[in-house]
T-cell receptor, first 112, second 115 residues
Framework: DSGVTQTPKHLITATGQRVTLRCSPRSGDLSVYWYQQSLDQGLQFLIQYYNGEERAKGNILERFSAQQFPDLHSELNLSSLELGDSALYFC???????????FGPGTRLLVL | AQTVTQSQPEMSVQEAETVTLSCTYDTSESDYYLFWYKQPPSRQMILVIRQEAYKQQNATENRFSVNFQKAAKSFSLKISDSQLGDAAMYFCAYRSEYNFNKFYFGSGTKLNVKP
């Protein structure tokens, strides 16, 4: 157990809908990262937050957005969902100055 | 930008034998960190081992060890006494000392372990 929690574990929805994925980092970790992993693919970095502020953006679509709250949990919002958005979404956290990322169990999203 | 390359999409090893997974990376930086993550069928991402570029000594974690060749920009993972539970996708990752906001992952190597 990495100490990073993600909810829900599974999510099934329809095209055009909007969903919110939630992540709670390890205790004391200030950084949260979001990744997308499509079937049999590597990890695509989406976005990173540090202590409530956006720090880096990767290949994140405009239909996607994220935020980190004062209690350091983070949410990834996916809107106008398409079939191709079906994937495993990982959250990872690291502490300030700590180079290692610890991953949550992921949220498996299926768009029908 | 940094890139991480895993040239072996899939490999197989007999149980109890040794296997080496390859990883190369491209960077102009002198200080960085390298990682191997394991992703079993459960798809949980598990940290296997990490290496600081400033350390000459290769990292070791039980049956897992790395061969870090800084000049060659190579970072291979050796798994000794392979076990059935080692079957997984293995991802190599790079993180800059100067820009810690991003991790760069390779495309992964699927390791099969034969009984």
């Amino acid at each position: 157990d990495s100490g990073v929690t993600q909810t829900p574990k599974h999510l099934i929805t329809a095209t055009g809908q909007r969903v919110t994925l939630r992540c709670s980092p390890r205790s004391g970790d200030l950084s949260v990262y979001w990744y997308q992993q499509s079937l049999d693919q590597g990890l695509q970095f989406l976005i990173q937050y540090y202590n409530g502020e956006e720090r880096a953006k990767g290949n994140i679509l405009e239909r996607f957005s994220a935020q980190q709250f004062p209690d350091l949990h983070s949410e990834l919002n996916l809107s106008s969902l398409e079939l191709g958005d079906s994937a495993l979404y990982f959250c990872a956290s690291s502490s300030s100055g700590q180079e290692t990322q610890y991953f949550g169990p992921g949220t498996r999203l299926l768009v029908l | 930008a940094q890139t991480v390359t895993q040239s072996q999409p899939e490999m197989s090893v007999q149980e109890a034998e040794t296997v080496t997974l390859s990883c190369t990376y491209d960077t102009s930086e002198s200080d960085y960190y390298l990682f191997w993550y394991k992703q079993p069928p459960s798809r949980q991402m598990i940290l296997v081992i990490r290496q600081e570029a400033y350390k000459q000594q290769n990292a070791t974690e039980n049956r897992f060890s790395v061969n870090f060749q800084k000049a060659a920009k190579s970072f291979s993972l050796k798994i000794s006494d392979s076990q059935l539970g080692d079957a997984a996708m293995y991802f190599c990752a790079y993180r800059s000392e100067y820009n810690f906001n991003k991790f760069y992952f390779g495309s992964g190597t699927k390791l099969n372990v034969k009984p």
